[in-house]
């Protein structure tokens, strides 16, 4: 009996913790780490001739880098609406896991409401902090969670798109790097801990060079190539790098 006062004191104390404040902290070096990689996607959206208010709008309303990325190669190439919607169906079907899983964290101050305006702010990094908590957390605690990453992402986008406009063109090209140093700061840390990683970026790479150089496939779109290559690549990963139980559980 003593022992399960201690252990619920211990919870208590626990959840007590997970605040606002709190949140914001946790929160912090995922903004910062949002600020330069919105700014790359603002650049690259200032290149491809998107309005500084539509760049910015579209932050404000994804909060996803490769879908941003993805869907902003098929308005650039005038893609139909139909490709931009399987692009992000294919591309961000993560999170309906994620989001799956965050609901086995929610105490009882998540309304329905709260939950489907929660639901627009998981991403990776807001995933693993809030996935990470030991109990369940407050709704208190995720918004301040997202509130700066949030921020971080749509103030990159802001002077991203606002330097590319103001900017010579050789220099906002010069700019253009950052998203590629992204992606391979995205690559490298999982390669390391997951066999599938990197066979998967290469296998997806020579897939897409295909459907870009063999004259064949030039009837096909941006988009359309997009959705090919993952599905694709997805499907020869799994089969060859199987995720095993235990792997999971941990």
């Known amino acids: 009996m ?6 619920a004191t211990k919870n208590a104390s626990a959840l007590s913790t997970l605040s606002f404040k709190k949140g914001l902290k946790d929160g912090l070096p995922i903004g910062l780490g949002y600020f330069p990689v919105a700014f790359a996607f603002g650049v690259q959206a200032s290149i491809a001739g998107v309005p500084l208010i539509m760049s910015l709008f579209i932050s404000m309303t994804n909060l996803t880098s490769a879908g941003q990325l993805a869907g902003l190669s098929i308005i650039a190439s005038c893609g139909t609406i139909l490709e931009m919607i399987l692009t992000q169906l294919v591309i961000n079907s993560r999170y309906f896991l994620m989001s799956i899983t965050l ?3 929610l105490d009882g101050s998540f309304s329905l409401g709260h939950r489907f305006l929660c639901s627009a702010f998981v991403t990776d990094e807001i995933f693993a902090v809030a996935s990470s908590k030991p109990k369940t957390f ?11 990453p949030y921020l971080g992402w749509s103030l990159g ?25 992204m992606f391979i700061a995205i690559i ?55 995720v095993k139980e235990e ?3 941990s």
């Open 103 to 105: 609901t086995q964290k």
């Open 157 to 181: 986008t802001l002077f991203g798109s606002f330097t590319g406009d103001v900017l010579p063109p050789v220099v906002t090209s010069a700019l253009g790097i950052a998203l590629y140093a």
């Open 247 to 249: 792997e999971v559980q």
């Open 2 to 7: 003593q022992q399960n006062k201690i252990t």
């Open 138 to 148: 407050g709704r208190k605690y995720f918004y301040g969670l997202v509130i700066l």
């Open 188 to 242: 490298i840390p999982p390669s390391i801990y997951s066999r599938g990683v990197f066979p998967a970026v290469a296998l997806g790479a020579l897939i897409s060079c295909a459907l870009y150089f063999i004259p064949i496939f030039d009837i096909l779109s941006t988009g359309i190539c997009v959705i090919i290559s993952a599905i694709i690549t997805a499907l020869i990963i799994a089969l060859i790098f199987p």
